[in-house]
């Protein structure tokens, strides 16, 4: 009590009114004992932690400090000035604390100071609380209720320790067990689990010691480019599958997937001429009535495990949009459900119909960058 009137040393007398307020905090009782120089302090303490500090010893002593309201109301004229979040905070939660203690002096501050939080944007929280505040106020159909609410005393201190206490080496053990009862219990696990039941959490190294498998080849159906050559190409799809001996030899060189070439919404080059013995031919229908519910029941209709998924083949160039994109797979009689640009991709839902009724429904995914295509 004797530092919270040093004058001179204004670091001191902060410390002082935020270790007074804790000890409120845990000690409601104490209270009364510490009201006299609190008016007198609030003149003089600057620091913004033990400003607000004294504002909620204030709030907490409002029935034994006679001035009480007016020294609030001082501050909340002037709360303009106030820079601080947590001086308005504490102000906002002493002043509503204080008007339930003494409701005829303090209703037309709070008014004033609820009318001000609620239009203050620099906190989010101080803006929400007076919000809470005010609806609370203005909503219960009984005060007793809304003043067992806001000056409920479940969050005061009951623990036996502050939180700058706590055991640095603990509090660092629980959160390497984080999603485990040692938080609730606030121990580690040894100390209420046997050892033979005890789970082991070990984390990797960032370089994982055991050697990497080999990535496997993807399973290319051989269908895939028979499909994408009618489309005007396909991607240099790597896989090392052996060819069948009666199939053709595969074209070398990178080739661009469904016609993504430099040159976008150009005519498409005529599909190259398959051989006969390796190649089955595709021949789609230039006009498809597919509408959304249809589409939606069909895709619905196939098991996830039936789907093929083709991922990141490459691109030599990314479109530009989906209007080329959708003019490029017209040209091959492949229809656009829906499509749209993400910022790092575009999406589309496609579909075309064979000349002998078969339904292909895909769902295209065009990364930006690296350039690459995803096919389901």
């Known amino acids: 009590m004797e530092m919270l009137d040093l004058q001179g040393i204004p670091h001191v007398s902060s410390e002082a009114a935020v270790s ?6 845990r000690h409601p009782s104490l209270a009364n004992s510490i009201s006299a120089p609190l008016p007198r302090a609030l003149r003089y303490i600057t620091e913004s932690s033990g400003k607000a500090a004294l504002i909620f010893l204030v709030g907490e002593c409002g029935e034994s400090v006679a001035e009480a309201p007016y020294v609030l109301e001082k501050i909340i004229d002037s709360y303009d000035n106030i820079t601080d979040d947590a001086v308005k ?11 339930f203690k003494r409701p005829p002096e ?7 100071l609820l009318k001000k939080a609620t239009d203050d944007v620099s906190s989010q929280d101080l803006h929400d609380r007076a919000l809470f505040y005010y609806r609370l106020l203005r909503s219960s159909p009984d005060p007793h209720l809304a003043k067992s609410i806001i000056t409920s005393k479940s969050m005061a201190v009951t623990a036996d320790h502050f939180a700058e206490e706590d055991d640095t080496e603990l509090r660092t053990a629980l959160m390497d067990e984080f999603n485990t ?3 609730i219990y606030r121990c580690r696990a040894e100390n209420f689990i046997d050892e033979e039941n005890i789970v ?6 960032p370089e994982h010691p055991l050697p990497r498998e080999e990535a496997a080849a993807p399973v290319v159906d051989p269908g895939v480019n028979h499909i994408t050559d009618q489309f005007g190409g396909a991607a240099a799809i790597s896989t090392d599958v052996p060819a069948p001996v009666a199939a053709a030899p595969a074209p070398s060189g990178e080739i661009d997937l469904l016609g993504f070439g430099d040159d976008f919404g150009a005519s ?17 229908k230039s006009s498809v009535s597919l509408s959304g519910d249809e589409y939606q029941t069909k895709w619905g209709s196939v098991p996830d495990t039936d789907a093929i998924v083709f991922s990141a083949l490459p691109l030599n160039t990314p479109p530009t949009s989906t209007d080329t994109i959708e003019r490029s797979l017209g040209a091959f009689y492949m229809f656009t459900m829906a499509s749209g640009e993400l910022p790092t991709e575009f999406k589309l ?4 119909q064979e000349e002998a009724g078969g339904f292909y429904l895909i769902q295209a995914v065009v990364q930006k960058a690296p ?4 096919l389901t």
């Open 106 to 112: 303090v209703q037309h501050m709070l008014g004033r």
């Open 349 to 352: 839902f496609l579909y075309c």
């Open 371 to 374: 350039a690459s295509l995803s």
């Open 89 to 99: 905070t504490a102000l906002l939660a002493a002043t509503v604390n204080l008007f």
């Open 268 to 284: 498409p080059p005529p599909p190259p001429a398959p051989a006969a013995d390796t190649l089955q031919t595709l021949s789609l």
């Open 181 to 183: 009862l040692c938080t």
């Open 200 to 205: 082991k959490f070990v984390k990797m190294p």
């Open 20 to 25: 007074l307020a804790s000890l409120v905090r």
